[in-house]
């Protein structure tokens, strides 16, 4: 990559990873259509100082996760009253139910976030341990430790759904 990218390259070639990850993180997909565009409109105005056009995706990576903080800072959670509540048993009974992909990305949606962030980081945007250690700021072996960790949880849930 020798010659500098246009502005409008950069949202071609990123768009859709940002989405997707965008997506991961928030589970909501208006949410993280906002998440995108915002993120793409404050690489906008920084673009011209942006110095290592080798690090585009994971700079666009951070403003996205930066945003994604902001949307806590703003969200006022709404109170409901907890009796009023219906609660709808969403278990599911065998695997013909529903698809292995969906099942494993359900199971991925309800790891903490501290071991779903790097595996979404690793499965779906193919970031090597090293790169989701610069953009978590984390340790390699931190990443490692949480990968693992992660994948074990998986792995539990659906040892324990076969039986």
């Given at each position: 990559m020798n010659q500098k990218l246009s502005f409008d390259e950069v949202v071609a070639t990123y768009h859709d990873d940002l989405a997707r990850y965008s997506y991961w993180l928030c589970?909501?997909?208006p949410l993280?259509?906002?998440l995108v565009q915002e993120t793409f409109l404050r690489a906008f105005k920084a673009f011209d100082r942006l110095r290592d056009q080798k690090a585009v995706k994971s700079w666009l990576i951070t403003i996205?996760?930066?945003e994604y903080a902001r949307t806590f800072e703003r969200k006022v959670p709404d109170l409901v009253d907890i009796d009023d509540?219906?609660?709808a048993?969403?278990?599911?009974?065998?695997?013909d139910e529903v698809s292995d992909s969906e099942q494993l990305r359900g199971a991925m949606a309800t790891l903490p976030v501290k071991y779903r962030e790097p595996l979404v980081l690793q499965v779906i945007m193919g970031y090597s341990c090293q790169e989701i250690a610069d953009q978590l700021?984390?340790?390699?072996s931190a990443v490692m430790t949480q990968l693992f960790r992660a994948r074990e949880q998986l792995k539990q849930r659906f040892d324990s759904s076969d039986d």
């Open positions: 589970r909501d997909k993280s259509q906002d996205l996760r930066r509540q219906v609660i048993d969403d278990s599911i009974d065998s695997h700021q984390i340790s390699k």
